[in-house]
């Protein structure tokens, strides 16, 4: 059973920095892509970023300079969160893209304070 598990969220000032990781456990054998979404209260679930399994990587508009995605091939995916507003706040979910199938995390909360 495939199953991704999420870590690092929290509470931080605006300015501040938070890494999240996101491991996935199971019969895994070589992942498409992995990446990162939120969902704020109210609003649609958003791209935040993703990396391929050849270490291509995109990110949404609101955070591109601001957050770097990574890998490595232990099954593992980080988001490093710089400089960090008040509008970054949402609930953070991991999601996997394995043998055309789409896996989530249960999601980390990142709460911003201004």
């Known amino acids: 059973q495939v199953q991704l598990v999420e870590s690092g969220g929290g509470l931080v000032q605006a300015g501040g920095s938070l890494k999240l990781s996101c491991a996935a456990s199971?019969?895994?054998?070589?992942?498409?892509?992995m990446g990162w979404y939120r969902q704020a209260p109210g609003k649609q679930r958003e791209l935040v970023a993703s990396?391929?399994?050849?270490?291509?990587t995109s990110y949404g508009d609101s955070v591109k300079g601001r957050f770097i995605i990574s890998r490595d091939y232990a099954k593992s995916v980080y988001l490093h969160m710089n400089n960090l507003k008040p509008e970054d706040t949402a609930l953070y979910y991991c999601?996997?893209?394995?043998?055309?199938?789409?896996?989530w995390g249960q999601g980390t909360q990142v709460t911003v304070s201004s």
């Open positions: 999601k996997m893209e394995y043998r055309l199938r789409h896996y």
């Open positions: 199971g019969s895994i054998f070589s992942i498409d892509a």
């Open positions: 990396i391929t399994s050849g270490g291509i």
